[in-house]
T-cell receptor
Framework: SQTIHQWPATLVQPVGSPLSLECTVEGTSNPNLYWYRQAAGRGLQLLFYSVGIGQISSEVPQNLSASRPQDRQFILSSKKLLLSDSGFYLC?????????????FGDGTRLSIL | DAKTTQPTSMDCAEGRAANLPCNHSTISGNEYVYWYRQIHSQGPQYIIHGLKNNETNEMASLIITEDRKSSTLILPHATLRDTAVYYCIVTGANSKLTFGKGITLSVRP
């Protein structure tokens, strides 16, 4: 079976500091990978998705970037965090290359910017 | 992707069926109906999805009207652990999910 891991679970960072959140998937190859953000009291917003190594699509302009250095690894980064980057960050995966498939989410990282 | 409309909230008694409605009147022929739920402070959990036919799995049943303009998620025997926000999402071949506000289901003892 497939599993998805996100870490850390919670993170407190000062404004202007860098960020690196990591997500890995086990039990499948060539998954589609996704990063979402949920701001307090709001719905989930898709930030990035990837259909393969080095292939990243950005959904909204922002202070964040994503990378996929390995098949089952997806990283969310920022060089300088803003207060508005606070939120609940979720990684998700789906089977790749097989049409419409459900996404499966990790447990998320709760990021607070001070 | 087509937009969905859900009531803001509903409740049901523990042990009874919970029927969660969703309207998606602008759905196109190749778009699927997905249901997810999110329990407080956790990531969304996939429940079920369908295209035209009714679907059932170990968690729930999905009833899609013949014209596909609306659907109902049925939790056959709701428990307190089913209290969550339930999202009805319509998505096409790109499988991108657009989460709205969902419906808050409260299961009462």
């Amino acid at each position: 079976s497939q599993t998805i891991h996100q870490w850390p679970a919670t993170l407190v960072q000062p404004v202007g500091s860098p960020l690196s959140l990591e997500c890995t998937v086990e039990g499948t190859s060539n998954p589609n990978l996704y990063w979402y953000r949920q701001a307090a009291g709001r719905g989930l917003q898709l930030l990035f998705y990837s259909v393969g190594i080095g292939q990243i699509s950005s959904e909204v302009p922002q202070n964040l970037s994503a990378s996929r250095p390995q098949d089952r690894q997806f990283i969310l980064s920022s060089k300088k965090l803003l207060l508005s980057d606070s939120g609940f960050y979720l990684c998700a995966w789906s089977f790749g290359g097989v049409g419409n498939q459900p996404q499966h989410f990790g447990d998320g990282t709760r990021l607070s910017i001070l | 992707d087509a937009k969905t409309t859900q009531p803001t909230s509903m409740d049901c008694a523990e042990g009874r069926a919970a029927n969660l409605p969703c309207n998606h009147s602008t759905i196109s022929g190749n778009e699927y109906v997905y249901w997810y739920r999110q329990i407080h402070s956790q990531g969304p959990q996939y429940i079920i999805h369908g295209l035209k036919n009714n679907e059932t799995n170990e968690m729930a049943s999905l009833i899609i009207t013949e014209d596909r303009k609306s659907s109902t998620l049925i939790l056959p025997h709701a428990t307190l652990r089913d209290t969550a926000v339930y999202y009805c999402i319509v998505t096409g071949a790109n499988s991108k999910l657009t989460f709205g506000k969902g419906i808050t289901l409260s299961v009462r003892p």
